[in-house]
């Protein structure tokens, strides 16, 4: 058996730190007999087995942890989604600034093969008429 035990209501997000927060054994502090745990001031108790004392509030810490990764988890997702398109908003214009220059690269390609060709050409012309007048 675990007892949870802090000074007051300031852990678990209470407005306090959790530092606040002690753990220690049931058997060092109640032993096997019953003890009311809100007269000695706990604010927490987790005990394993039925629960003897009906007036006792019991809940199922599994049930609280999955909410709560469920709720974490949506809000993961969420923030993801948030930041992708963010990333897409901030990067549409520099990607078309990219398919500018990249439009741009490719003209000058296209200029350039065809000066190129264009001298080829010239020059064999030179070479041919070079040839013919030797």
């Known amino acids: 058996m675990v007892v949870v035990a802090h000074p007051g209501d300031e852990a678990f997000g209470f407005g306090g730190a959790i530092a606040d927060v002690k753990i220690v054994s049931a058997t060092n502090i109640v032993g096997d007999r019953f003890v009311d745990l809100v007269d000695r001031g706990f604010d ?6 039925v629960l003897a004392d009906t007036s006792a509030r019991a809940r199922k810490l599994a049930d609280e942890i ?5 709720e974490e988890s949506q809000r993961i997702i969420a923030d993801a989604q948030l930041r992708a398109e963010d990333l897409v908003q901030n990067m549409g214009p520099r990607l078309q600034a990219l398919d500018r220059e ?3 690269l490719r003209k000058r390609r296209e200029q350039a093969t065809s000066g190129l060709a264009a001298t ?9 008429t070079v040839r013919t007048q030797a």
């Open 66 to 70: 999955r909410h709560t990764a469920e």
């Open 102 to 104: 990249i439009s741009d």
């Open 120 to 128: 080829v050409v010239t020059l064999r012309k030179t070479l041919e």
């Open 44 to 49: 927490l108790a987790v005990r394993v087995g």
